[in-house]
Structures are given as structure tokens and as C-alpha cells.
């Protein structure tokens, strides 16, 4: 059971954000922050107060059941009253024990999603190009922003690499499960035999970090200028406007040539380099509080294979929660993408919850 303590300060606070929103003195940032907090907490009041009051609705209704003066219909009445109470207290205990789980306080950021080929040539290239239209398709279907930070084509239509920012409502917390290597099992359009060929595309999802998160101090930065080059190494600009940037305490390198401006290249880079840096310090705290355990999702871990998308067979496997479903074709283009998430978001809350008891 929670400690009715918990259960209290929840109510408590609730009250006290009541009251100083009514408060003339509040000036509009504060106003915003504390009106977030105090609708989080109205989702939540009324099964707090229903959980505080579980032991003093139960004896009431004990005592109509055991009342010798109570009639029949009273009894049968308060007998499934008292079933009814029981089920919701268990409901109600759950969904107070997720609300209290501690925050994630990048799932409310937008995200930066890097896709890049792995093994398997020319054919992990064309699959890291059907990953990002298949994630573009996700965006469109759920009115998420996607734009292109920077992009490295292949032959034949494929991707090496595409980085790109996803901007909507809590999308860190949407796309933090795809981190990992995702493998496709099928017939490559150039294979005369008809043999299943496997590759595979690794991505990274990080919380999208601003400047009051990540300060970067120019002491620690070593930028560095050259040339941007096209496919084979075809000279695409005849200035020095490419820009390698590292990070030298965490030794983390960031190249950006999209943009024919330097300065351009220069704050996309830096975009990119401020959000890797985020999600490494991110990383090494989670590796801390985790030294006892091992989380079975949500590590992060770009060399974990998360998931398989296998054509001959129709299906799409994730292998931390052994989910298949048996409609890739319907994946790729969005439209189960969510249930996918949905499932893998529950299991993620089981393994808190599983936590605390």
C-alpha cells in the first residue's frame, strides 16, 4: 500500500496551487508553470481522496452489512457498494502510483532523431531511408513538425545518415523507445536468386536540449572549417563553409556542410552537439542509478537490437517485449507505430511500478 502521507501532500498541494492561482500578485510565467502543475494534479485529486477515504468507507459500510436493524434490500445494496469499492481502490492505487513515479523531465521536449545505415551496404541505406519516411509518416498522421538538419544520400535512393528535428507536444517521451538497432530481413531488389539478405539502421532519439539546459563555454569548443564536398567527393562549394565542432571535455564531434553559410552550419551544429552533450550527461546519471539493476527498456544503448522487420513473413517483432505484429506493411506506413509505443511505454511503467513494491 502507499503511505497515506504521500497520498495527503498530493491534496495538500493540490489546495495550495488552488490558492495562489487565485492570487493577484502572480505575475504570467509563474501563472503557466503553476497552472500545469495544478492540472496534472486535478487528473489525479479526485482517486487521491477516494484512496484517503477507503478505510473509513468500508467500516460504514461493514457496519450496514453486520447492522442486525438493517433490511435485506440495505445489506444486498451495501454489500455491492462494498465489491465496487474494493475494485476501484486497486485501480485507483495504480493509477496513483504511476502519477508518482519520478518524471522523466525531457519527455516534454521535442527530439532530434539520427538515422544512420549499419551493416549490410547498399541495402541498410535504402532500410535507414524506409525508417525516415516511415517516421515522417508518424509525424503527418499524429501533426508533428519534422525538418531536415542534415542529410548524407546513397546510391540508388538510400541514406548513410539524416538528422532531423520532431517538434510537437511530449515527444521525447512518444520516441525515446526507438533508440537501438533496428534489423530488416528481405529480398533486395538486386538479388537474382531470391534470397533473404539481412541489415540493418541504427537510431538515436535525444531530447532536443536548449541553452538553459546545455551552457556551452567557447573554451571547450574546438571549431574547425573545411571545404563541403557532394557523393565521391565532388567539391560542392568553393568556400571553407563545412564546420567540425568538438566538445573537448566529452570529446563528442559534430559535423555539419548542409548549409552553404558557415554561421548556418555553425548553429545547426552546435543544435546538434548541445543535445548529444544533454543526453550523454543524461546517460552517464541513469548508468548510476542503475548499477543494481538492468532496465529491459529504455536504455538507450545504441548497439541493443531493439526490433526486427522481417517482408517475406509480414511482420514486425520488438524483442524487448517480444510484441509481433503481423502488419508491416501497415507499420511502415504509421498507422500501428503507436501501438507499438503504447505497449512499450506500459511494460516501461510496469517495470517502475514493479519497482516500488
Known sequence: MLPPEKVKNLINRHHKLEQELSSAEIDKKKY??????????????KQAKEYLNFKKDTEDLNNIINDKDSDKEMKEFARGELENLKSNFQINEKKLK???LPKDQADSKNAIIEIRAGTGGLEASLFASDLYKMYEKVCQKKKWIIEIISISKSDAGGLKEVIAIIKGKNIYSSLKYESGVHRVQRVPDTETQGRVHTSAATVAVLPEAEDLDI??????????????????????NTTDSAVRITHIPTGIVVSQQDEKSQIRNREKGLKILRSRI??????????????????KIGTGDRSERIRTYNFPQGRVTDHRINLTLHKLEEFMEGEMFEDMIESLSLQAQQDELNKLN
Open 215 to 236: 551552457k556551452l563555454d567557447e573554451k571547450d569548443l574546438r571549431i574547425d572549417v573545411f571545404r563541403s564536398s557532394g557523393p565521391g567527393g565532388q567539391s560542392v
Open 32 to 45: 503557466a508553470e503553476i497552472s500545469k502543475e495544478y492540472s496534472d494534479l486535478n487528473d489525479i485529486i
Open 98 to 100: 504511476l502519477f508518482l
Open 278 to 295: 544533454y543526453d550523454f550527461e543524461r546517460q552517464k546519471i541513469d548508468k548510476e542509478r542503475s548499477k543494481d539493476r538492468k532496465s
